[in-house]
């Protein structure tokens, strides 16, 4: 009888100690996707990032010809312009574009906070009304917000060095 009680203490106990183990490697596991999850978002994140910055320059060169258009210089009708914008930046690319600036957002409002989200979107929002300027031939956002054109390339790189360093601090944090 002694016997059979200490017997159904031990099973008990090893039972409750392999549950208790297991909830670990449960809450162990869960904590690890999370963290892969986070570092795959802010991978793409990063990525996004880098394929839209090499829109930069086509962006650059067309403000500059939208400010031509403006001033009646070389370019005289808003139809001149769309030809010149449909050679340099073909739909399927300002289309691409626009498809990583979403992105960038999605992404940085979901798996980003404090300062990292502030520049990223601020990035972002740069981006999408230089590209909308330039699809459309005036944007009123860009208007508002950006009056002063793009930044010049070194301050560009600076942005970009910028948020590229807090993404992969991020990352190995």
């Not at 002694?2 to 017997?7: G, I, R, S």
């Not at 986070?38 to 996004?48: A, Q």
């Not at 650059?60 to 009708?77: G, S």
């Not at 999408?128 to 301050?155: A, C, R």
Request: proline share 1%.
């Amino acid at each position: 009888m002694c016997w059979d009680l200490l017997n159904e203490t031990f099973t008990s106990i090893g039972t409750v100690g392999a549950v208790v183990v297991g909830m670990y490697a449960i809450n162990r596991t869960n904590k690890n996707n999370k963290q892969q999850i986070l570092t795959n978002k802010l991978e793409e994140l990063l990525e996004s990032i880098k394929v839209s910055g090499k829109y930069f320059g086509i962006l650059k060169d067309l403000y500059n010809d939208i400010e031509n258009y403006r001033n009646q210089d070389t370019i005289k009708t808003l139809l001149e312009y769309y030809k010149i914008r449909d050679v340099k930046f073909p739909k399927e690319e300002r289309e691409k574009l626009f498809d990583k600036l979403s992105r960038i957002q999605i992404l940085a409002k979901c798996y980003t906070n404090s300062n990292l989200k502030k520049n990223i979107l601020e990035y972002e929002d740069m981006m999408y009304s230089f590209t909308d300027l330039v699809t459309m031939g005036g944007s009123i956002h860009q208007q508002i917000k950006w009056k002063n054109g793009l930044p010049t390339y070194e301050e560009f790189a600076v942005i970009l060095q910028k948020i590229e360093a807090q993404i992969i601090s991020e990352l190995l944090g």
